[in-house]
């Protein structure tokens, strides 16, 4: 078996050019002790013409010796224009239908309510608002919107033109962690936040360090492009997120328990993204099988509620492309 490299990446800045590399074909035990040596720079990142179409290198040679075709733990492929210069971009755009088990989500709440989530599906705050909607087992109607186009019906309610925005009757609000808020005061469905005030409060000590930490950490590793700041960024985030894993619930799975509650549903979006995002775009390694962080993403990835919620992997992919290489951040606390 051999392939070529297309674009070897160390942190996303290109070490080889496509039209060196393109020149020449190596066998994998060719490039063996490269990837080895390049396995010390976890962002880096190798798109090739194999299966695996851009992976970290310690995922390449520990999958190539597990199986030469390497199709199981790569992540997918980057969208066509990834890696292309700023000027041969394509003017961005964001997804604007859900797909997978999101779209089946969107028809089955597209009947008018007067509990409205207009939202956009790509979109990590909308997530939070959606997933609890559909933990608490509400009625509601789902409106898809381009945040970015900023139509009138969203502007109404939030005159910055920012998604989530929830309507219902004449009322209307956003921020997504206000409309957390909203939802459980409503006192209606399965409730998010525990009944102990102890218990409440520390939960909502835990969602103010995801949006002071987490959040803005996500985006400011998956926007760097200079080697030592990601280096630095990885590192940071990673310290975040072990915060908030050391302060869960022991055996889990979820942050207080067996059932999924408040700190869940604020960190969901971003936990489900590290797979979907950061793993492909910057080499993120996947929580190790068995450790607390990996059993509590699993009973996410797990749960209906927030499959419901869910787009195909693709969207996400090609949702960050332009943050990926540095470009305008596509939502606030970026
Ligand atoms: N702090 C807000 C952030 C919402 C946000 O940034 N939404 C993005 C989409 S993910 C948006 O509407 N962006 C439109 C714009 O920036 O004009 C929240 O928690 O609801």
Known sequence: MSFRILQLRINCNHLFSPSQLSRSRFSPFQISPFLTLLSAFPTTTIITTSPASIIAPTRFFSAYHKNPEMSDPSPPPLPSHAGKAPGQRQQKTYPKKASGQALQTVKRHSKPNELKLFGSCFCPFVQRVWIALEVKGLNY?????????????????????????????DWGCYESTVLLDYLEDLGVGTALLPEHPQVKATS????????????????????????????????????????????????????????????????????????????????????????????????????????????????????????????????EGC
């Open 141 to 169: 109607q789902y409106i898809e919107v381009d945040p970015y186009k900023k139509p009138q019906s969203l502007l109404d309610i939030n005159p910055r033109g920012l998604v989530p925005a929830l309507k219902h009757g």
């Open 204 to 331: 909502r000590l835990w969602v103010d360090h995801v949006n002071r930490n987490i959040v803005p950490g996500f985006y400011r590793y998956l926007q760097a492009q200079e080697q030592q700041k990601q280096v630095e960024l990885a590192e940071e985030l990673r310290i975040e997120i072990a915060k908030i894993v050391d302060a869960a619930d022991v055996v889990g799975p979820f942050f207080l328990g067996p059932f999924i509650t408040f700190v869940d549903v604020s960190i969901a979006p971003w936990l489900l993204r590290l797979s979907r995002v950061l793993h492909p775009y910057k080499g993120w390694p996947l929580a190790q099988p068995g450790t607390r962080l990996a059993a509590w993403i699993n009973a996410l990835e797990g749960s209906e509620a927030v499959g419901n919620t869910l787009s195909d992997p693709v969207l996400y992919l090609e949702n960050y492309e332009r943050e990926s290489t540095g470009y305008e951040p596509g939502c």
